[in-house]
C-alpha cells in the first residue's frame, strides 16, 4: 500500500480504524484476485475516511470520479441518508461487473448509480442538467485532474467539498517527470491559488486533497 508513514505507524492505523464488513474483505479479495492493478482500491483507512467526510459534512448528492470496483463508491453509500444518492464514473467494464455485483449485494447499493463513458461526459450532462452536490471524489485518470476539478467546481454547491486522491503521487509531484506527476502538480497549484476554495493536503496514503468550496 503506499503510504508516506513508517509501515508499522500504518499498520497500527489500520488496526485502530474501523473494521469492514465481510462484504468489503470479499470484493478487496476479488479485486486482487482478478484485477491488473488492485492497489488502485483506496483500502480501509481512506474509505472509513470518506465515509466520515460524508457523514460530517451531512452530504447527501455525491459524485465519485474513478469508480474500479467500488470500494470508495460503497464505503461513500454507507455514509449517505436514505435518500441520499452517488453517481460513479469509469470506463472499465471488467471493473465495473464486480463493483455491481458487490453493490447489488449491499443494503447502500440502492443510492449508487453507475456510469460508464468517460467522466469528462458524464460531468457535462450533469453540468448540462442544473445537478447541484454536496461533495466529489476525484480519483480517475491523473491528466484530467484539472479539466474534473473545473467541473467539480461548477457542480458544487456553496460549501460544498471536493477531495481529489494520489496528489502526492508516491512523492514524485516534488520532481515531475512524466505527464501524470505534470498533471497532479499542476493540479495542486491551481488549488492552492484558487480564491474560490480553502485547502488541505494531507498525507494519509497517497496523499488526499480536502477543497472547501466557499
Ligand atoms: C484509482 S482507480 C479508482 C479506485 C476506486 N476509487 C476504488 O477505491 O476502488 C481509477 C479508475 O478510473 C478509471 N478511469 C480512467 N480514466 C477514466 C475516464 N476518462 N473516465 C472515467 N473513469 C476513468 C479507471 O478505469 C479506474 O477504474
Not at 453507475?114 to 445537478?131: F, G, H, K, M, Q
Not at 466529489?136 to 457542480?155: G, R
Not at 460544498?160 to 508516491?170: E, H
Not at 512524466?178 to 488549488?191: G, H, M, P
Amino acid at each position: 500500500m503506499l503510504s508516506f508513514i513508517p509501515e508499522e505507524i500504518e499498520h497500527y492505523a489500520y488496526n485502530h480504524t474501523s473494521t469492514e464488513s465481510d462484504l468489503f474483505c470479499r470484493l478487496r479479495e476479488e479485486t486482487y484476485k482478478g484485477m491488473a492493478s488492485p492497489h488502485m482500491q483506496v483500502g480501509r483507512i481512506e474509505g472509513n475516511f470518506l465515509k466520515m467526510l460524508v457523514r460530517l459534512t451531512g452530504a447527501k448528492k455525491i459524485v465519485e470520479i474513478g469508480m474500479f470496483t467500488g470500494y470508495s463508491a460503497l464505503m461513500m453509500a454507507e455514509g449517505l441518508p436514505d435518500d441520499g444518492h452517488l453517481i460513479t464514473c469509469d470506463i472499465d467494464p471488467k471493473a465495473e461487473a464486480i463493483a455491481r455485483k458487490y453493490f447489488a449485494e449491499s443494503p447502500h447499493g440502492k443510492k449508487i448509480e453507475v456510469c460508464i463513458r468517460p467522466a469528462l461526459e458524464t460531468l457535462s450532462r450533469l453540468i448540462e442538467a442544473n445537478i447541484v452536490l454536496d461533495m466529489a471524489f476525484i480519483d480517475a485518470d491523473k491528466s484530467n485532474y484539472p479539466k474534473y476539478y473545473e467541473s467539480c467546481m461548477k457542480l458544487l454547491r456553496p460549501g460544498g467539498l471536493i477531495v481529489a486522491d494520489n496528489v502526492l503521487w508516491s512523492g514524485r509531484v516534488l520532481n515531475p517527470q512524466d505527464e501524470d506527476t505534470r498533471a497532479i502538480a499542476a493540479f495542486n497549484t491551481i488549488v492552492q491559488s484558487d480564491e474560490r476554495v480553502e485547502n488541505v493536503c494531507l498525507t494519509v496514503r497517497d496523499g488526499m486533497m480536502l477543497i472547501w468550496k466557499k
